[in-house]
């Protein structure tokens, strides 16, 4: 070999070496950067789960304070039935057991019987005219007005249940 073959040997030897080291750089660089973006990545992906666990937490607890709230609104409606339909119960009770008498003002006295047709002294209805309802009748009729105020107490219960689900 000469000493020209052997020197272009040196050369590319160490043109190879070069590459070569080169290469194992670069590769280094390439590894810091994979592991930089991974680590970004998995930072990412930390922050998405700790936004999603904080709002999954405000909506756990949004959740509870509605059911708090419907809870409270249902007893108190509730409590108010129960009263209503105690009330409307004794009168009508009473009504039936002929405890209580429930009159009904008439336009004219001839139409009922056992109404005196006289006019009495002059009062708060200005001589108006008064039937006794049988004692079946009223208490028939304050079951339905005790219907009709349950009715009521249950809209108000739903419309308040309403409004708590919109707030």
């Known amino acids: 070999m000469t000493a020209q073959q052997v020197r272009l040997l040196v050369l590319v030897a160490a ?5 070569a080291a080169g ?3 670069n590769g280094w660089r390439w590894e810091a950067k994979l592991a930089a973006a991974n680590q970004v990545h998995a930072d990412t992906l930390a922050e998405i789960d700790r936004t999603t666990a904080r709002q999954l937490q405000a909506q756990q607890e949004h959740q509870a304070d509605l059911q708090r709230r419907l809870e409270l609104t249902e007893q108190q409606h509730y409590q108010e039935l129960a009263h209503a339909q105690e009330n409307t119960d004794r ?4 009504l039936a057991a002929d405890r209580q008498r429930l009159l009904v003002k008439v336009r004219s006295p001839a139409s009922c019987s056992g109404v005196p047709a006289t006019p009495s002294a002059a009062g708060v209805d200005n001589g108006a005219q008064y039937a006794e309802l049988h004692p079946a009748t009223a208490a028939d009729l304050a079951a339905l007005a005790g219907d009709a105020d349950s009715c009521a107490v249950r809209l108000k219960g739903l419309q308040a ?4 689900l919109r707030k």
Do not use: G, P
Request: aromatic share 12%.
């Open 91 to 94: 009168l009508r009770a009473d």
């Open 161 to 164: 249940w309403v409004i708590e």
């Open 23 to 25: 290469a194992l750089v």
């Open 15 to 19: 043109f190879a070496m070069a590459a």
